[in-house]
Structures are given as structure tokens and as C-alpha cells.
């Protein structure tokens, strides 16, 4: 399964492919907010995504590509509502 969206903000272009539920790709990745073997928050081109579950482990990261690929049993990719302020971790951890 492929998705791509063409309207990004920051000029790059935003693809993600999932392998099977246990190889992820994605592009146009500005930046890893936190992650640990069951969640990755990152910001994208496309704004926020959250990468949901289990034995995940980043195997590679490329920020000057804009690039991420990630091994794993993947539960979910939650994009966060375009237009949102995006904050750190924190701040939507604290409702902020």
C-alpha cells in the first residue's frame, strides 16, 4: 500500500509505504519528536504522525532526506488534524 500527498508545506514530498505490517517507509520527515518499542511521534511535510506498536525499532533515519524506515509489528499511523499547532510531546501530553 502506497500514499502519497503532493500539498506539502515544506516542499517535500511526503510518501508512506507499509510492508506487510513490519516495514515501514516514510518520507519527508522533518523531524523524531520521541519514540520507544511501542510509539514513534514524528513530525512530516503533511504535519504530525504518531506510528503505533509492537517491538519497534528505528533502523533508518536520514533528516537531510527527510527519510525513516522503521521494523515492527505496526498497529496504526494516526496523522494528527491538519491546521493543528504542533507542539512537543509534552505540550499535547499536558493538553497544551
Do not use: W
Request: with cysteine; aromatic share 4%.
Amino acid at each position: 500500500m502506497a500514499y502519497e500527498e503532493s500539498r506539502t508545506g515544506s516542499g517535500l514530498p511526503h510518501h508512506v509505504v507499509l510492508e506487510d505490517r513490519e516495514q515501514l517507509t516514510v518520507s519527508g520527515v522533518e523531524e523524531v519528536e520521541s519514540f520507544d518499542e511501542n510509539t514513534i511521534v514524528l513530525s512530516t511535510a503533511c504535519g504530525g504522525l504518531e506510528v503505533q506498536g509492537e517491538g519497534l525499532h528505528i533502523e533508518k533515519l536520514s533528516l537531510d532526506g527527510g527519510d525513516l524506515k522503521v521494523e515492527g509489528t505496526i498497529n496504526a499511523l494516526i496523522y494528527e488534524p491538519q491546521g493543528r499547532e504542533r507542539g512537543g510531546l509534552l505540550s499535547r501530553l499536558l493538553g497544551g
